[in-house]
């Protein structure tokens, strides 16, 4: 269902990208300079205005697409986020007093963590792990 939405997508944006350029350059073959300065020929400016704005909505809901495809990231990227923190609070802690054994402590929790969660292949909830071993089947 999310790659058939992707692709559907992706077209969708091809589409939008090749009338985004096609439109006024069409314009340009097409029409001699006289034309081209008048908007009752062809409205091409304002079809090009809509075909930019919806190149961005159809930009946000793939992107938007993408990120439901790819859930289990949100693990490595909390862990990413939870290293820096534990470092950036580590650092914070030994500035304010004087105490470098806050920094083993630190790196030992962060490190745990990862191992629980990053190597023991530990997955987002609200993931039916029966059901998705019964579809790789």
């Known amino acids: 269902m999310i790659d058939t939405l992707n692709i559907g997508i992706r077209f969708a ?18 029409f001699k300079r006289a034309e081209r300065l008048q908007s009752n020929v062809l409205p091409l400016r304002s079809a090009v205005v809509w075909f930019a704005v ?10 938007l697409a993408m990120t439901a495809s ?11 986020m939870l290293g820096s923190l534990g470092v950036i609070g580590a650092a914070i802690a030994i500035w304010l007093t004087g105490k ?16 629980t969660h990053i190597l023991l292949q530990a997955f987002p909830r609200g993931f039916d792990l029966k059901a998705i071993r019964a579809a790789n089947r």
């Open 100 to 115: 470098t054994w806050i920094d083993p402590i630190v790196a030992i929790g962060i490190g745990l963590w990862v191992t």
């Open 13 to 30: 944006l091809y589409v939008n990208l090749m009338l985004l350029f096609g439109l006024p350059l069409f314009g340009l073959y097409a």
């Open 70 to 80: 790819m859930a289990g990231v949100a693990l490595l990227v909390n862990a990413a």
């Open 54 to 63: 919806a190149a961005i909505a159809l930009s946000i809901l793939s992107i």
